[in-house]
């Protein structure tokens, strides 16, 4: 049904690959340590109008990568976020130039602890330092440079995705019109440590992992396999997998004693091993800890969060979301609030649990096209001298 | 402090060990198996009367154990429920006989998949059948049968425990004059299901495991360990987390890069890395798919469930427990009522989540003192000729 609409996806697309050429061709990154050369994974759907002006980023979540949208040569599935990225879409590429961008620390093409360092031939492992939220960005920013791209109109991105937009709206104040961060926090709370620790320790648990020396022998799978199904029973709720699966017994015949009795056992399982096919064990440490460490309050009042931030925002929460519940979206909100900053708050009515930001696509499409369109006239506004700068200006002296 | 108010303790206390020794010495399990000898360990606090009227049996937990109030000889710390029994405590000692059982299937002194199994003189592993909770009440009859205990003055526990009363009730209607199921369900849901299935899962990757055939050699405690973190992210709240550990960082230099770097990190190393030292990791497999298979409403209507019970029952549920949350318990209450058994609810408004059962002593002491006082006049009431059996006899003809 996906391929017959295909008049309504963007397509056969391409990941591309963008290295900081110029010099230093490093970066700075937030521990004190230069990384380079840097490598990211990206992909771009629709086109970047004269003006330069109608460029949105898209940044993806834990797992997730640039292959945000339309089809790559010889898969069967589309992108992740292809419910949302295409003619007619929630993220409009008829009217805005998509970019997709991979993190920093990944294992889908960009530079990360299963790239080889240059300084010894050898891949990096545990040698990669460890990233943060802002250094994913600031790399990110280095692509958006050499795309010609001097300010983008929005930044989207749900979970660790939202992370980013938030620490784009700090970073880049200047460089971002708008913002729709989805599911998400301005820190990372002791629960969601929490699950992302079990699922390191599921990793460093496993013997083939090997203090992360693992490359060209065998893969840490099984630990990267639990850590996954960790995951995902976070990503959804209570009420979505009684609705799902219920206590409904898996139709195949026992495998052993343990073997998966229960449909939800078998779906995990099922999961877990499926990642393991796709996903770096070290990149998953490596990401998750970048989540962890993520914390916009440190050391700041939550008044000074957004301080100078000149973006417009749209805030989206999800009722059954435990693991990022909405009163941290809340908290994001009152933090705009209180530097002054543009924001408007949703609250989606939905079962789905944390997954609802990939799922619940007719609200979101709803919400981001009415909320892109303002901002995007608005930018028209501003060129017109009809910005409201000063009047911001007036609460960041 | 604990110490010194040793008056208030049941003060020193030893295991017991029961033995099914009358023919034929083994139980027939739910699975169609038979399994035997079986060995309960048990502990009781208390003097039962000459009416043998004032027996409470406490049933433990997925990690309990017998011990759940007193000093065991040479150790520091009193059991697991040692804030609820004792002299003028929640069950006082000086008014009931309590009884607390370890489960079938268990490692601490009962059978379970680390006995040796007669038949070939090594230990089970694998071989041991699958036991259910209704197996591990079974079992338990036993056990108060042979302590010439006709019928228990209440059932108590939280949790499994709580699983273990509610089957109780079922099993034995005759034997059971109160049931107090703390912050359980009739039934695992798949979310439960799903967080036990990780556990078991971590287990099972880990290369010690060796199908279960590990004792004797290097024991999986890496993948036990694991899992016990998954317990225990779900035994606590969001909110007892943020209380608790909020983002502090340890003291302790970094072991390494992915070291603790956060206390609750450290907590959760600590909690599992303690777990492995009590713990068999079979035993945990098999614990898990007793509570996993338990689900009192199969093929059942919920209004049948309580058919012929005749306990009045106290169900106690947590605010913040969101791995069995309070709707949960509040189904148990509709269950009795339907089938027209006195059933009353609390709702203990606390942030500990489902730790709460533990650590929510005055609120328990409290409802738990009163209940079984009525409880136990009641049942006074009853030998008196004014019991109501006929008026419940009305709702299930």
């Not at 944390?354 to 919400?367: G, K």
């Not at 930018?379 to 911001?392: K, T, V």
Request: with cysteine; charged share 25%; aromatic share 10%.
């Amino acid at each position: 049904m996906r391929m017959a609409g295909s008049t309504q996806t963007v397509g056969n697309v391409k990941t591309q690959f963008f290295t900081f050429a110029e010099p230093p061709g490093e970066l700075l990154l937030e521990s004190g340590e230069k990384l380079g050369p840097i490598t990211l994974a990206y992909e771009t759907y629709g086109r970047l109008n004269d003006e330069k002006s109608n460029a949105v980023l898209v940044v993806h979540a834990l797992s997730g990568d640039a292959h945000a949208a339309g089809f790559l040569e010889g898969e069967k599935s589309p992108g992740w976020w292809d419910d949302m990225i295409g003619p007619g879409k929630g993220l409009d590429t008829e009217k805005y130039f998509i970019i997709s961008s991979n993190v920093l620390g990944g294992c889908k093409g960009s530079t990360g602890p299963g790239s080889t360092d240059p300084r010894t031939g050898k891949r990096y492992g545990l040698e990669f330092p460890i990233v943060t939220i802002k250094d994913m960005v600031s790399a990110q920013s280095r692509l958006i440079e050499s795309l010609g791209i001097q300010r983008l109109l929005a930044v989207v991105g749900g979970s660790m995705g939202g992370m980013q937009v938030l620490q784009w709206m700090v970073s880049y104040p200047d460089r971002v019109r708008a913002a729709i961060p989805i599911a998400t926090t301005l820190k990372h709370a002791p629960q969601q440590i929490a699950f992302d620790e079990v699922g390191r320790q599921a990793i460093m648990a496993d013997s083939n992992w090997k203090d992360g020396d693992y490359y060209g022998g065998p893969l840490p799978s099984k630990g990267l396999a639990v850590a996954r199904m960790v995951g995902h029973i976070t990503y959804m709720s209570d009420a979505s997998m009684a609705q799902k699966f219920g206590r409904r017994l898996k139709v195949e015949e026992r495998p052993s004693k343990f073997g998966a009795d229960f449909e939800v056992e078998g779906y995990l399982r099922y999961r877990g091993d499926n990642f393991v096919k796709r996903f770096d064990a070290n990149s998953y440490l490596y990401i998750t800890k970048a989540m962890d460490y993520f914390d916009l309050l440190a050391e700041r009042r939550i008044q000074d969060v957004f301080g100078g931030v000149r973006a417009r925002v749209l805030v989206i929460a999800f009722k059954s979301d435990w693991l990022y519940p909405a009163y941290q979206s809340q908290e994001i909100v009152r933090a705009c609030k209180l530097a002054g900053v543009d924001a408007t708050y949703c609250e989606i009515d939905s079962t789905y649990g944390h997954d609802a930001f990939l799922l619940e696509v007719e609200e979101e499409t709803h919400l981001i096209r009415h909320f892109l369109r303002t901002a995007a006239s608005n930018g028209d506004d501003e060129r017109y001298g009809r910005a409201s700068n000063g009047i911001r200006a007036q609460n960041h002296p």
